[in-house]
Every structure is written in structure tokens, then in C-alpha cells.
């Protein structure tokens, strides 16, 4: 069974950072892309960054800056650095790994009080 291994979420203050990372250990196919997606309460999943395995960013329209995606291809990791966080950032994010078929993780909780 695939997993995907998130961590890095918590509770932090407006315009204070925080680092996701998510780990792909069970998947030994080429990952094509890896991702970030949220989704706050009563609103549809969003994506917030994704990046291929050559190095192709792609960001949600909201980051504007303030993310940045980066991936470790021979750890099968990805990370996501969030800076000047806000309110409405405030969502589950899961991870996303593309092979063909999506992975997803279980979601870790990113709060960011005002």
C-alpha cells in the first residue's frame, strides 16, 4: 500500500513561515509530479503548488510569492515553503504524487490565527 507521509503543519501567527514536506517511500514507477493541494470548510480543493520531475513549477493563483515548492527526487520528497502566511490560508493541505494515478496523503492542518 502506497502511503504518503506528510508533516510540517501546525498553528502559527499571521506573516510567520512554516515547511511542509511529504515522502513517497513506497513508490518505486517515476513520479511524474508531486503537489500540494488545501481545501478550508465548505470549499472545494484548491492547488496550491505542484512541480514535475524536471523541475516545472506550478502555483495557485493566491500564493502570488509568498510559496515555494521545491523536490528531492532521490528521496522521493517534496517540500513546501510558506512564508507570509495568512488567515485565509488556514486549510488542510495533502499531498499529491502523480505516476499515472494519484496518490494522496492524509492531510496535515495548517491554522494561521490573525
Known amino acids: 500500500q502506497v502511503q504518503l507521509v506528510e508533516s510540517g503543519g501546525g498553528l502559527v501567527q499571521a506573516g510567520e513561515s512554516l515547511r511542509l514536506s511529504c515522502a513517497a517511500p513506497?513508490?518505486?514507477?517515476?513520479?511524474?509530479?508531486m503537489g500540494w493541494y488545501r481545501q478550508a470548510p465548505g470549499k472545494q480543493r484548491e492547488l496550491v503548488a505542484s512541480?514535475?520531475?524536471?523541475?516545472?513549477?506550478d502555483y495557485g493563483d493566491f500564493v502570488k510569492g509568498r510559496f515555494t515548492i521545491s523536490r528531492d527526487n532521490g528521496k522521493n520528497t517534496v517540500y513546501l515553503q510558506m512564508a507570509s502566511l495568512k488567515p485565509e490560508d488556514t486549510a488542510v493541505y495533502y499531498c499529491?504524487?502523480?505516476?499515472?494515478?494519484?496518490?494522496w496523503g492524509r492531510g496535515t492542518q495548517v491554522t494561521v490565527s490573525s
Open positions: 499529491n504524487a502523480n505516476v499515472g494515478l494519484d496518490f
Open positions: 513506497g513508490i518505486i514507477f517515476s513520479i511524474n509530479s
Open positions: 512541480i514535475t520531475r524536471t523541475g516545472t513549477t
